[in-house]
């Protein structure tokens, strides 16, 4: 992955695995997190990886996942 140009974030519930890719952090990020929104409101536990480019990219990415996971958690409680 690291010769390419795109972002993987692989998302994991006990129910089911998605894929999501795309050229820029920002692409990736928004397809995530609507994904997480998604998953989360179903009850759902969620992992995630991320795969791409640069090391920086890939933390702002989790960074920013783990944001929305602590946020929609907060949020159902």
Do not use: N
């Not at 999501?20 to 990886?49: C, M, N, Q, Y």
């Amino acid at each position: 992955m690291s010769e390419s140009s795109i972002f993987e974030v692989r998302i994991t519930t006990s129910e089911t695995g998605s894929i999501l890719r795309g050229p820029t952090e920002r692409e990736v990020a928004t397809k995530a997190e609507t994904l997480i929104r998604r998953v989360h409101a179903r009850g759902e536990l969620i992992g995630f990886s991320i795969m791409g480019p640069s090391a920086a990219g890939i933390g702002r990415l989790r960074a920013y996942l783990e944001d929305v996971l602590m946020e929609v958690t907060r949020l159902s409680l």
